[in-house]
Every structure is written in structure tokens, then in C-alpha cells.
């Protein structure tokens, strides 16, 4: 199977876990074999196990792509959108990427999916039965189905012409209001579940006659020239040649803690205790202080680098507002290499635990406007200044000035204190070189 999987989102409603840089599908909520696993590694693992050959690609921005790299490694290739332009400009980017980097042909179908669904393997059973509908071409696109549990706001809805199992498509809405939901229900509609199956062709012709570009990386170059829209607005609603296919089994957007709590693996996280009198009450705790809970009922507590969330599971998931307000910068952070943690924050210095993985290593880059200071507090590393070798030890500190060319490959798994000096320290003041 060919997959796009959409990987986006800022992550406010699992505040204070998600942030910016490290939407919901990266928080290590689930189990695998008493091994905890992120949303997308939960989905790459399910997609290998229903079909060990699929060809993945994730379409994601340029803040996720190193914490994908973290949890994926070098398993499925990246797509990177220069800036966030919604989903339509995401898939036909993506679809120039596969066709013209990756040498895919026009005639294959591909499979358009959210990274972050809760479901079982059959739901990927069901997607591969989606691309075959593509690939016989009975219609332009085929979605998938989901019978649903009430008039939402939230999902777009699909008018099928039959009850039967793959049907022809009446009419397609994106996410109207309750009482239009209320007369779709009437008409036997389904829950778009937000994948999309098409020959890559049919993509290609979509995108090229909305947007004026030669190929994929003349849309790269002028991709923060787009406008706004998602798929389901700018093509879906449109396309009058549509399939669906119904799907039973269980699926869940964990898009709120309420949601979330009902599949996470534990009750708690991290350190914390919940007396006998707490009742349908979950904690993650990612801070080294315990949490204790005595008394709570249907809560939701959440602590992080970034603040500490104390709610009501209901309430919860109306959150989104009061977080806008909350300025705050990424404490925590996946790397291609490892993670880094804010540990200080003071006029003119920064403090930071940096973990590496063995092997790994940091691209080599320059600042302008701050100094670093390294001290190893675990493993063996081999530093890199301006061209010259260091080895790196438990107990070593190396100060860099700011101006100097740096980098650091983690010889066994390294852990190192950074602290950033400087009037102006930001994560803009960086600039990466090729290797000397």
C-alpha cells in the first residue's frame, strides 16, 4: 500500500503535554508489548502489521519533522511543508513528492490518512480494501465511512446512494451546522473518517489545475504563496465521481484529554498516586516531583515543563481558549538525535538537559549571539569546533564562543548540561553548515 499520512496540528487541547512542536501524536500515552508508544508509532507499527511492505510518507511541517525522525528513525520518508497551509496544499505537495522524488507512477492509488486515529488493525484491514477500490478506478475518490453516534459539528458527512457496503456517493458535506447534521442523519449520512483513497494521476491533474507549478519543487518554493483551504473544501465537496466504503469497527479522535484518558494504558504516569477514594481520575506527571490525588473524581490532572492542568475530564475539552493565552515556549522537545529538556530559564542564560542516543549526532551549526557551555554529566562523545576533534567524557566541559562552527556525535548514549549565554538567545539564532 502507498500512504500519505497527514501529520500537523499545534496540539492545544492536550495541554500541557502538546504544544507547538510536539503535537498529541507524539506523547507516549499507549503500550506495546509494557512498552509505551506514541500515536504515530502506534499507526506506522499497525499499517507494517497489515502490510510489511507499505510504502509510507509523512507530510508534516518543518517543527515535527525532527521529533518523527525520533520515533520513526529512517523508516518512512518525510515531506516537509515550509509553512502550515492546511490539508489540500499538504496532500498535493506531497503527491508532487511521491511522483516526482520518489518516482511513483500516476496510475498507483494512494491512501490519504490522519496520523493520529485510535483504532485497531482492522481499521487498516478496511484501508487496504480503500486502495483496491481505488486502484479498480469505479470513481475518482473513495472515502471511508463510519456510521454515526449523533449530529456532530466536528466531522464532514457522506450521503451515500445505498445501504450497502461500498456505495456511490449522493452528496458530501464538510462539517455543517447541528440541524443540517440533524437531516443528514435522516438521509442514512456517515462520518467522513478523514481518509482518502486516489490514483496519484487524478491528484496530480487536481493540483495543477488550481495551483500554477512545473513540479514538486517549484511548489515547494512557492508553497507560502497558497492559500488556506483543506481537502475536503477544496476538492471533496467538489468531486462528483466519489465511492465510500462503510467501516464498523472501533475508531476514536483523542483529539481531548476526556478521550484520551479512555484509552490511555494507565490510569497514571509518571509519578503519582491516586488514593483509594479517587474515582475515573487520570494523571501524567512528566516532572520529577510526585502528584498526589485524594478525593478526585472524573479528573484529569497533566504536568509538564510547560504548566500543570487540573480539570474536569467534561470541561477539558474546552480548554483551547485559555491555553491561547498562555505564552509559554516549548520546555521539552524530540530531536532527530534524542531530546532536550528546559531545565532554567534567566535574563541572559538558558539552561538545558540534553539526552543523545547512541550514535547519533547534532547537525553542525553556528550562533551568532550566544555562547554554549557543555558539561557531560553521562556517556563518551566526540565534540567538533571549527574543524578540530574532541573526545567527550563524564565530567568534560567544553565552552564554544558564540561565532564557532560546533557539533557533537554521541559515542554511547550521552547526557549533557548546556547552558546558553547571551543578551539574545533564540532558537532563530542558528545556522547549519555541511560537515568540514
Not at 255 to 276: C, F, Q, S
Request: glycine content about 6%.
Amino acid at each position: 500500500m502507498n500512504f500519505i499520512l497527514l501529520s500537523g496540528g499545534s496540539g492545544k487541547r492536550l495541554w500541557p503535554l502538546s504544544n507547538d512542536v510536539r503535537s498529541k501524536q507524539f506523547i507516549k500515552l499507549f503500550k506495546n508489548n509494557d512498552e509505551y508508544e506514541s500515536m504515530v508509532q502506534r499507526v506506522y507499527r499497525q499499517i507494517t502489521t497489515v502490510d510489511a511492505d507499505a510504502k509510507i510518507t509523512i507530510a508534516t511541517s518543518k517543527s515535527q519533522a525532527s521529533a518523527i525522525k525520533n520515533q520513526l528513525g529512517e523508516k518512512a520518508s518525510i515531506c516537509v511543508e515550509p509553512c502550515r497551509r492546511d490539508t489540500f496544499p499538504a496532500i498535493a505537495l506531497a503527491a508532487a513528492y511521491l511522483h516526482d522524488e520518489l518516482g511513483m507512477a500516476e496510475n498507483e492509488a494512494v491512501v490519504v490518512c490522519p496520523v493520529d486515529p485510535y483504532v485497531d488493525n482492522t481499521y487498516y484491514e478496511a484501508v487496504k480494501t480503500l486502495q483496491e477500490l481505488a486502484e479498480q478506478g469505479g470513481a475518482n475518490l473513495t472515502l471511508m465511512g463510519i456510521e454515526p453516534t449523533y449530529p456532530s459539528e466536528k466531522y464532514g458527512y457522506i450521503i451515500p446512494e445505498s445501504g450497502e457496503n461500498v456505495s456511490k456517493v449522493k452528496e458530501f458535506k464538510e462539517k455543517p451546522d447541528v440541524e443540517t447534521a440533524k437531516k443528514y442523519l435522516a438521509q442514512s449520512a456517515l462520518w467522513n473518517a478523514g481518509i482518502f483513497a486516489f490514483k496519484l494521476g487524478y491528484l496530480l491533474d487536481k493540483a495543477h489545475s488550481m495551483i500554477d507549478f512545473e513540479d514538486y519543487r517549484d511548489l515547494f518554493n512557492k508553497y507560502d504563496t497558497l492559500t488556506k483551504i483543506s481537502f475536503d473544501y477544496a476538492v471533496v465537496e467538489k468531486e462528483s465521481s466519489i465511492q465510500v466504503l462503510r467501516y464498523s469497527g472501533d475508531w476514536k479522535d483523542v483529539g481531548t484529554w476526556n478521550m484520551m484518558a479512555e484509552v490511555m494504558a494507565d490510569k497514571t504516569k509518571g509519578k503519582a498516586i491516586l488514593d483509594e477514594t479517587c474515582e475515573n481520575t487520570n494523571v501524567v506527571n512528566e516532572l520529577n516531583i510526585p502528584i498526589l490525588c485524594m478525593g478526585c473524581k472524573d479528573m484529569i490532572v497533566a504536568a509538564s515543563g510547560d504548566g500543570i492542568l487540573i480539570a474536569d475530564k467534561e470541561r477539558s475539552g474546552y480548554m483551547k481558549p485559555y491555553v491561547e493565552k498562555i505564552e509559554t515556549e516549548a520546555m521539552y522537545a524530540e530531536k532527530s538525535w534524542g531530546t532536550y529538556t528546559v531545565i532554567d530559564v534567566q535574563p541572559g542564560s538558558m539552561t538545558v538537559k540534553v539526552s543523545m542516543r547512541a550514535g547519533e549526532h547534532m547537525t553542525y551549526h553556528m550562533h551568532n549571539y550566544r555562547e554554549e557551555v557543555w558539561t557531560v554529566v553521562s556517556g563518551k562523545g566526540k565534540a567538533i569546533v571549527d574543524g578540530m576533534e574532541q573526545v567527550l567524557r563524564t565530567g568534560d566541559v567544553i565552552t564554544i564562543a558564540a561565532g564557532c562552527k560546533h557539533t557533537i556525535e554521541a559515542i554511547t548514549a550521552l547526557d549533557m548540561i548546556e547552558v546558553q549565554l547571551g543578551e539574545e538567545i533564540s532558537v532563530a539564532d542558528k545556522i547549519k553548515f555541511p560537515m568540514e
